[in-house]
């Protein structure tokens, strides 16, 4: 027995007629119906649309009574989507899509009157752009984010991933800078998220990439003691999935003479596909490859428990907003000993973010914590200033009081 929501028609059967009123639309779930108008009685079939197509949706749109009718032409099975449930959807488009698919149907239907009437009439659209202001923005934002990545106005710095057990440096994360020459200092947070959304951070994480394996590869020359120095790279989740990164991966390691065990990736937990069957292939070929995997931030996500053990993680990196506050606050502090037992339990490594003082420091090292970064080592810094802090022993296996 269908429901309420579906419609069974035989062959022949009206769906609706044009002019009827607009209050649904519907799915074709089986069969075929053809859509035909009457011009001067004469019967003028429009279309046919099977299975998976909608039908109706226009008249909705436009707030128009049916401009067809609708007959089916084999057995059909239809379901029905309520009027509301099809406009819930449109208001949540991209505006700018959405703006576009309201001014192509003003212009079809007024196009199709106007020609007709061989008015001189030209009408205006209907359709405007709500927030047109602030979609300009972001356009000019990701048109100047593109140039910028071409006119080199982006940069690296560094941050060392300090071994608390003798303060020596253990690798170092390897962060994106941008200077707009009238916007200034861009935050990173603010461009990668645009990156992300317009589909250009393969080009962020490549530059990244790049960059940071040239550096490793100049230290490691000028500095042959630090053959263990390893770069940490955020990237995004998109970049797993995407066609020819692992190979591009390869290509950079080997261009710098690298062991894939030099590099760490660093991606978010929330920046993952959890089940994606392609993320979870791609994120096991990397380990096999030898490249470490870290989750960043952990913490702050959901923290999927579950999904997190199916992952060849090397690696949890404890958000800054736990691990930096760790000796001020018991909550904190217990977090931080539960994470760390975590690690231990999933055979990864633990990286606390955001120390800033000594005490951030003593408190971590006693919770256990084997790694750890922030302002009190160093702040993000370019090259030459982490070469010349690795020459003067900072890389090296040093003494804690
Ligand atoms: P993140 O990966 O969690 O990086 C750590 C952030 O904490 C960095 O901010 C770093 O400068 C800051 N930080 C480090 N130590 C301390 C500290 O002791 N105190 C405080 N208050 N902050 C500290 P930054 O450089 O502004 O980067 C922000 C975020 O932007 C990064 O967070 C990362 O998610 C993203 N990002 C930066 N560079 C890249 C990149 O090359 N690729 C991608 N995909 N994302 C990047
Ligand atoms: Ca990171
Ligand atoms: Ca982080």
Not at 267 to 293: F, H
């Amino acid at each position: 027995m269908p429901s309420v929501t579906e419609i069974l028609l035989s062959p022949g059967d009206i769906l609706y007629r044009a002019g009827d009123p607009n209050d649904c639309g519907y799915i074709i779930e089986s069969g075929e119906v053809v859509l035909y108008s009457n011009h001067i009685g004469e019967r003028i079939d429009c279309e046919r649309r099977g299975a998976g197509s909608i039908v109706g949706e226009l008249s909705i749109l436009t707030g128009r009574p049916r401009t067809v009718t609708v007959e089916a032409v084999t057995d059909c099975r239809i379901f029905k989507i309520s009027a509301e449930q099809i406009l819930n959807r449109f208001d949540k488009l991209d505006p700018v899509l959405r703006a576009c698919i309201e001014t192509s149907i003003s212009f079809s239907a007024r196009f199709s009157s106007y020609s007709s009437k061989g008015s001189t009439d030209v009408p205006f659209a209907q359709s405007t752009l709500r927030n047109a202001d602030v979609l300009i923005k972001q356009f000019k934002f990701e048109n100047d984010l593109l140039k910028g990545l071409d006119k080199g106005e982006f940069s690296l710095v560094y941050q060392p991933i300090v071994r608390l057990s003798d303060n020596g440096m253990a690798g170092f994360e390897s962060l994106m800078r941008w200077r707009h020459p009238t916007r200034g200092q861009v935050a990173p947070d603010r461009f990668i998220e645009v990156a992300e959304t317009m589909g250009s951070i393969g080009r962020i994480t490549e530059f990244a990439l790049t960059e940071s394996c040239a550096a490793l590869r100049r230290i490691r020359a000028s500095h042959p003691s630090q053959s263990d120095l390893y770069a940490s790279v955020n990237i995004s989740g998109q970049d797993i999935d995407r066609p020819g990164f692992l190979d591009f991966l390869a290509h950079v390691l080997d261009l710098n003479d690298l062991d894939p065990c030099h590099l760490k990736l660093e991606v978010t937990e929330t920046s993952l596909v959890p089940d994606s069957a392609s993320t979870d292939a791609n994120l096991k070929r990397l380990r096999a490859m030898g490249c470490g995997i870290s989750i960043d931030d952990f913490g702050t996500g959901y923290s999927n428990l579950a999904y997190l053990k199916t992952l060849p993680l090397t690696a949890l990196k404890i958000d800054r907003a736990f691990a930096g506050d760790a000796h001020a606050n018991s909550v904190s502090r217990g977090i931080v000993r539960m994470l760390v037992a975590l690690g231990k339990e999933l055979g990864v490594d633990i990286i606390a973010e955001g120390l800033e003082t000594p005490e951030d420091v003593k408190t971590l090292r006693g919770l256990g914590c084997r790694f750890a970064q922030g302002y009190h080592f160093l702040k993000p810094a370019p090259e030459a200033e982490l070469v010349e802090l690795i020459s003067k022993g900072f890389g090296e296996h040093r003494k804690v009081a």
